[in-house]
Each structure stands twice: as structure tokens, then as C-alpha cells.
């Protein structure tokens, strides 16, 4: 199956600081979503990205699905920016791979005053 | 508009108990899942219903049942419930359209079995 690898796993930051997010996937996929998991495990859309960049606030993400990998960026961090960042890679193909999203391990934000 | 909703948000179970964790989605998605996620790790997929009338295993079936009861609604059930099971539980929906797949959570029901 697809390997999704996160980076870096741990990331401590003042509030201010701009930051940037890796995930790195093993396989083509045509569908990729990053999540914000907050402080109260509520797992919060940040972006649905399968290619491209968007960007949302002070928040972007760009993927270029050709490498294999897909970008976070997140500037002006606030502490309310703290939680867990999951990213996660799917295809909609036939089989035991419908629908299916595979997540990484997560990137841990502790973002202080 | 509620979109995905989860019940019940805790529970603590003995071991061998059985139990059934409900979802229900209000944004006419036709796919609905059941994830698991245990502490430092990502979420994994248990089941999953692509469309009303079909379920599937995931990566981790095993010790789980479900129910896909009509378009909106998806259940899980776990028959004889083990201290492995105790974990957090989310259910997502999405409208699988084409190679679109953007999936959308609910706020979780945290598992505790003794």
C-alpha cells in the first residue's frame, strides 16, 4: 500500500514564526487532504489538495502529485495553530482501495506565546 | 447543518461487553467510513460503505461489524469488545464523485475497554 511520511514530527515555534510542513508519499494518488487536528481531537479540513496550491488565510499548501510530495505552510503562527497536522493520500480506484485514505503519523505544533 | 455527528462521545467498557457507535451524516454523501486512531498515530481504516447497500473492510476489520441503515446513516459494532479496541473512533462521509474524495470527520467517540 501507499507510505505517507511526515516532516518533521515535532515542531516548537514563537508565535510570529513562519512554518513548513513535508509529506512525502510512496505512490501516485489523485486525492490528498491536510487536517488540523486540535487540542479536543476534532480533526478540522484544512485543504483538499491532489495538485496545485492553495491558499486559505495564513495558510497555504502546494502538491506536486509528479514528486510525490505535498507542502504546508503555515506564516504569522498563533498559538491556536497548535495541535497535530495529518496529512492523507487516497485514489479512488476500484477494489480494496475505494475510498480509502492512508495518513501519515502527523506532525506535532506547539506553537507558545 | 450539522454534518457528521458521532454517538456516544465516551464510553468505558468491560471486557467481552458489546456496544454500537452511531453516525449519521447530513450532507447527502454517499460514502461513509469508520477510522480508528491509537495515541501517536495516524488514522486507520476499519469499514467503509461506498454507497447505500454496500460495506467493505478496511485495513483493520477485524473484532468489528458494521451497518450502513440508509444513505445517511453508518454504525459500528464491536460483538465482544477487547482492551486492543480501546481507542478513538471517527466516522467520515464524502461524496465520491469521479477521483474526488474529500472526506469529512466527525468529532470522535473515545472507547475505553477494561
Known amino acids: 500500500g501507499i507510505q505517507v511520511e511526515q516532516s518533521p514530527p515535532d515542531l516548537i515555534l514563537q508565535e510570529g514564526a513562519n512554518s513548513t510542513l513535508r509529506c512525502n508519499f510512496s505512490d501516485s494518488v489523485n486525492n490528498l487532504q491536510w487536517f488540523h487536528q486540535n487540542p479536543w481531537g476534532q480533526l478540522i479540513n484544512l485543504f483538499y489538495i491532489p495538485s496545485g496550491t492553495k491558499q486559505n488565510g495564513r495558510l497555504s499548501a502546494t502538491t506536486v502529485a509528479t514528486e510525490r510530495y505535498s507542502l504546508l505552510y503555515i506564516s504569522s503562527s498563533q498559538t491556536t495553530d497548535s495541535g497535530v497536522y495529518f496529512c492523507?493520500?487516497?485514489?479512488?480506484?476500484?477494489?480494496?482501495?475505494?475510498?480509502?485514505?492512508?495518513f501519515g503519523q502527523g506532525t506535532i505544533l506547539t506553537v507558545h506565546p | 447543518n450539522a454534518g457528521v455527528t458521532q454517538t456516544p462521545k465516551f464510553q468505558v467498557l468491560k471486557t467481552g461487553q458489546s456496544m454500537t457507535l452511531q453516525c449519521a451524516q447530513d450532507?447527502?454523501?454517499?460514502?461513509m467510513y469508520w477510522y480508528r486512531q491509537d495515541p501517536g498515530m495516524g488514522l486507520r481504516l476499519i469499514y467503509y460503505?461506498?454507497?447505500?447497500?454496500?460495506?467493505d473492510k478496511g485495513e483493520v476489520p477485524n473484532g468489528y461489524n458494521v451497518s450502513r441503515l440508509n444513505k445517511r446513516e453508518f454504525s459500528l459494532r464491536l460483538e465482544s469488545a477487547a482492551p486492543s479496541q480501546t481507542s478513538v473512533y471517527f466516522c467520515?462521509?464524502?461524496?465520491?464523485?469521479?477521483?474526488?474524495?474529500?472526506?469529512?470527520f466527525g468529532p470522535g467517540t473515545r472507547l475505553t475497554v477494561l
Open positions: 450532507m447527502n454523501h454517499n460514502s
Open positions: 467520515a462521509s464524502s461524496q465520491l464523485a469521479g477521483s474526488r474524495n474529500e472526506q469529512f
Open positions: 492523507a493520500v487516497g485514489t479512488s480506484g476500484g477494489g480494496t482501495s475505494y475510498g480509502k485514505l492512508t
Open positions: 460503505s461506498a454507497s447505500e447497500g454496500t460495506t
